[in-house]
């Protein structure tokens, strides 16, 4: 859809109710997309095609007497893949939470901002919220997050599911100017939300289209609906291969049909016959007897090049990992006690995704306190502009070699702060509260 075309209407007509319902009708393709990777996270039937498959009906040959009987059989084997992908970036990327730091050349008021960005985080289980964030938005390509007052008068924040949300932004998805959500309140009514800068705006939809039920302030001075893009094209982590995992379900699919086909396969008599009784009285005993040495019986079945399927399974993991920027922990190049160079020549494709995605995050999460600053401001907790000095830090969840860790971090006290050399200490996640601890303890 044309965001820009959409802005310009909305910067004109405000929370117009056709404009409106023209841009939720024209993001039906874009939510389907989102619903779509979601669904096949949660390897639900409706999202993954392997699990839709029907079994292939074959016609009678031409005299009807003899009848196909390796169409009996449709495993449908689903290998999420693409759910393995997103959980590896998650738990590599969001296994230590974000760190929250506010700068300290301080006054009485940054004082004030540091604890209430404590007392925040704790209020909206932040650690949480933020995995939870960053895995929608790998799963479907970006995600949404909006902040609120709720009935105590408590700055709040809540994800949103993608694919209910449209953001207009002249820049990213984490500056926007407007944005809307809309979910189904029945299977007759749907709600409809609207955001700018000052107001929202609730709609129902009826008879006559939507109807405006709603318009009240929000008490920030910037849109509180705020996305967090996976990448700068909105796609998912698993977006590009796809199709190399559904070739993959399907392989592993038909060969596991071939090998439970086996049981079915034909038993042929050669230089003898059997009748029914014989037959049933085979099941029973499994005794056959044969009066003439010309006299054989075998199976017929189909020659399985398992060591073809087998290389093709391979080649297509291989690329699946590969192209998705993503690695097998389970794979022998991990086992043992590997330094911490190594690991990250290991690493270096999931590292350079999770790169993107930090500084994506980073920027939403700037934009989250300059929402949440702007209403702050108003109780006298900060100024307006304090938002600006809060960093936030990313730390990687890797198997640990704290004694080498250690020597590092010791070395770098000698020529960087305290703080530094404590930062590249994996054990400790709250280097502020490591070194109160220390100030205490001394």
Known sequence: MNIHKYLAQFREHGADAQLIQKAIEEHTTDKAKRQTFYERYKASVSGVPILQRQP????????????????????LLNNAFDADIVDTKVG???????????????????KKLKDEIGVFRMRNNVEDKDSEWGKKAAICGYSARLAYIDTEGKERIINLDPWETIIFSPSDYTEPEFAIRYFDIDENKQRVEFYDDAYFYVFETGANGLTLIEKSLHTFDYCPLFGLPNNEELMADAEKVITLIDAYDRTISDASNEIEQYRLAYLIFKGTSVDYNTAEQLKKTGIFELLDEKDDIKYLTKDINDTMIENHLNRLEENILRFAKSVNFTDEAFAGNVSGVAMKYKLMSLENKCITMERKMTAALRYQFKVVCSAWAKKGICSPGDYLKLWFSFKRNVPANLLEEAQTAVSLTAITSKKTALSTLSIIDDVEYELEQREIEA
Do not use: C, Q
């Open 56 to 75: 292939i009906e074959y016609e009678d040959f031409e005299t009807g007497a003899v009848r196909r009987i390796d169409n009996k059989v449709n495993n």
């Open 92 to 110: 590599y990327m969001f296994g230590h939470p974000v760190g929250y730091e506010i700068d300290e050349e301080s006054s009485d008021e940054l």
